[in-house]
C-alpha cells in the first residue's frame, strides 16, 4: 500500500468565544492515501468544514499539525456555493487558478477547455454566471478546480445548494471525473448516501468538538451505478454509518 | 462610521434608458416656453434674453475662440480634479476598508472635515494657493473625494469572503487579489461613486472660478455679468450644463462597457 500523500496528527480547533472558546475540533488523526476518495461524513457542527478550512490553508489550527507529501500542495477546493466570480465568463472563471500561477493567455484558455468539455459544458463557455443553473455552476466550479492539476481535491458539501435530482446527477458526474482524473479527493458531505456513492473510505466525525469515531472503508464495486445503491450491501454500510452519526 | 454602510444591491440603471425621443420632445417644448415668455412678458433682454439672442452670443464665441479657450481650462481643471480627487480617495478608502484601526484613526477627522463647505473655503483656497489653475483643481479634488471615497469603502467591504476564500486556497499574492478580485469586484460602486463625483467635480471648478480666476466659464460667467451681457451668462451657463452631461455620459458608457456581466435583461 503506497505512503499516504496527507497525514493529519491530533488536530483540534478552537473558536474564542465569551466562555472559555468553542471547540470545534478533537484531536483528529487520519491519513489519505493518494487517488484515494475520502468522504467526511458530520451532523452539522461536527467541525467538518474547519477541519477542511484547515487543511486549505485558510485557518490556523489550535493544536496539532498537519503534512503533505512532497511539501506544499496544489489545492483545488469546491465550496458549498459555486462561487464564481460574476465579472468571469464560465471559462474565464476556470482559467483562474492558472492565471494565478502565470501560465500564458492561450495555453490557460486551451486547459480551460479542456475542462470544459470534461465537466460537458460545451456551449456555455463565454456564459455569464447568472446565466448558469446552479447545477451547471458547480460544475464549473469542479472545472476550476481541476485546472491547475491540484495535489488534492477538497470538497466542501459541494453538492448541498442543489435540488435532489440534480445533486444524484452530479454524484455520478462527480464519480466519472474522479475515475477520469484519478484525483486525491476529501469531500465533506452530511449526507450517507453521497458519502457510500462516492467515497473509498468514509470518516464520520461526531457532534460538537467533532472527534473521528468510525473509518469506514467502502467496499463497494466501481463504476458505481445509481442501482447500487438499492443493494442489501450499500444499506448494511449506510446503516453502519448511520449508528456511528447517532 | 463606515461600518454600518451596506452596499447597494445594484448600482441604479435609469441612465441607460435615457434620452428617448420624449426627450426631444420636451426639450423643444421648454424652448418655445422660453421664446414665449421672453417674447410677450415684457423683460428686457438683460434680464431674460431670447433663445436666438443667446443662440447667435453661442456663435459668436464659439467663431473668436473665446468659448472653447473658457471650456479647455474649465474642462482641464475639472479633469484634473476628479483625477487627483479619486485617486486620493480609492487609495485612502482601500486602507480604510481593510483596516479597522486604521479607520478609527481617520473617520472622526474625515466626518468632521465634511462638515467644512467646500464652497465657503473656495476664497481661502483661493487667496493661498493663487487665482490660477491649481486652486480649482484642488477645489475640484475636494469635493470629488468624500463620495469616490465612501463608495471605495462600501465596495471593497462588500467582496464576498467566499471569493477570498478561493483566491487564499490557489494562493494567491496581494497584488493579485487586488487584481483579480477586489478591483473589479468593488468597481460597480466605485463607478457609481465616480459618476457622482464627475458632476461635483464641475460644481467645484466653477465655485471657484467665480471667487477669483482670469480664465474658465465661471471667469466667463462673471465678467458677463459685470457687462450685462446676459446672453453670453447664459452661454457659459448652457456650456457648463453640456460638460456635465458629457462628463455623466463618459461615466454612464465606462459602466456600460465594463460591467456588462451584471447587465439586468428586462
Not at chain 1, 456513492?197 to 468510525?214: E, H, M, W
Not at chain 2, 440603471?13 to 421648454?30: F, G, K, M
Not at chain 2, 443667446?54 to 479633469?79: I, K, M, P, Y
Not at chain 2, 457648463?240 to 439586468?264: D, F, H, P, R, T
Amino acid at each position: 500500500m503506497s505512503d499516504p500523500i496527507l497525514t493529519v496528527r491530533g488536530l483540534s480547533v478552537t473558536f474564542p468565544d465569551n466562555n472559555g472558546g468553542l471547540e470545534a475540533l478533537d484531536a483528529a488523526s487520519f491519513a489519505v492515501r493518494p487517488q484515494e476518495f475520502v468522504c467526511v461524513l458530520g451532523p452539522s457542527g461536527s467541525g467538518k468544514s474547519t477541519l477542511l478550512r484547515i487543511l486549505a490553508g485558510l485557518l490556523a489550527p489550535t493544536s496539532g499539525s498537519f503534512t503533505f507529501a512532497g511539501g506544499v500542495p496544489r489545492i483545488g477546493m469546491v465550496f458549498q456555493q459555486s462561487n464564481l466570480m460574476p465579472w468571469r465568463t464560465a471559462l474565464e472563471n476556470i482559467t483562474l487558478p492558472l492565471e494565478l500561477q502565470g501560465m500564458e493567455g492561450n495555453t490557460a484558455r486551451i486547459k480551460a477547455q479542456e475542462m470544459i468539455e470534461l465537466v460537458g459544458l460545451q456551449g456555455f463557455e463565454s456564459n455569464w454566471p447568472r446565466d448558469l443553473s446552479g447545477g451547471m455552476a458547480q460544475r464549473v466550479a469542479i472545472a476550476r478546480a481541476l485546472v491547475h492539476d491540484p495535489d488534492i481535491l477538497l470538497l466542501d458539501e459541494p453538492f448541498g445548494s442543489l435540488d435532489a435530482l440534480t445533486r444524484e446527477r452530479m454524484w455520478s458526474e462527480l464519480s466519472r471525473i474522479w475515475q477520469a482524473r484519478r484525483k486525491t479527493v476529501l469531500m465533506v458531505t452530511h449526507s450517507i448516501g453521497e458519502a457510500l456513492f462516492l467515497a473509498d473510505r468514509v470518516l464520520v466525525l461526531t457532534q460538537r468538538p467533532g472527534r473521528i469515531k468510525l473509518d469506514l472503508a467502502v467496499d463497494l464495486p466501481r463504476p458505481r451505478a445509481d442501482e447500487m445503491r438499492y443493494t442489501a450491501h450499500f444499506g448494511k454500510l449506510a446503516r453502519k454509518l448511520k449508528e456511528a452519526i447517532e | 462610521m463606515f461600518m454600518d454602510m451596506k452596499p447597494p444591491r445594484k448600482p441604479s440603471r435609469l441612465s441607460r434608458r435615457a434620452l428617448p425621443w420624449t426627450a426631444v420632445v420636451s426639450l423643444c417644448a421648454a424652448i418655445l416656453a422660453w421664446e414665449l415668455v421672453s417674447r410677450f412678458s415684457g423683460l428686457p433682454a438683460f434680464i431674460l434674453p431670447a433663445p436666438e439672442r443667446v443662440a447667435v452670443r453661442f456663435w459668436q464665441a464659439l467663431a473668436d475662440g473665446n468659448l472653447l479657450l473658457h471650456t479647455a481650462v474649465t474642462l482641464s481643471e475639472v479633469l484634473l480634479g476628479l483625477l487627483s480627487g479619486t485617486v486620493a480617495a480609492v487609495a485612502l478608502g482601500y486602507a480604510i476598508a481593510k483596516s479597522r484601526l486604521f479607520e478609527r484613526l481617520v473617520a472622526p477627522y474625515l466626518v468632521a472635515s465634511q462638515a467644512i463647505p467646500i464652497v465657503a473655503i473656495a476664497p481661502l483656497l483661493v487667496i493661498w494657493f493663487g487665482p490660477g489653475m491649481f486652486s480649482k483643481v484642488l477645489i475640484c479634488a475636494l469635493i470629488v473625494f468624500f463620495p469616490v471615497l465612501v463608495n471605495t469603502v462600501v465596495g471593497v467591504r462588500a467582496v464576498p469572503q467566499p471569493l477570498h476564500d478561493l483566491m487564499r486556497s490557489l494562493r494567491a499574492t496581494r497584488g493579485q487579489i487586488i487584481r483579480r478580485l477586489e478591483v473589479p469586484a468593488a468597481l460597480p460602486v466605485l463607478l457609481g461613486g465616480l459618476r457622482i463625483g464627475a458632476t461635483l467635480s464641475v460644481i467645484g471648478a466653477v465655485v471657484g472660478e467665480l471667487v477669483g480666476a482670469d480664465q474658465g466659464l465661471g471667469f466667463l460667467v462673471n465678467t458677463a455679468r459685470g457687462l450685462y451681457d446676459t446672453a453670453m451668462v447664459f452661454v457659459a451657463v448652457l456650456t457648463l450644463i453640456l460638460l456635465a452631461l458629457a462628463l455623466y455620459g463618459v461615466v454612464a458608457l465606462m459602466e456600460k462597457k465594463l460591467l456588462s456581466w451584471q447587465e439586468v435583461h428586462e
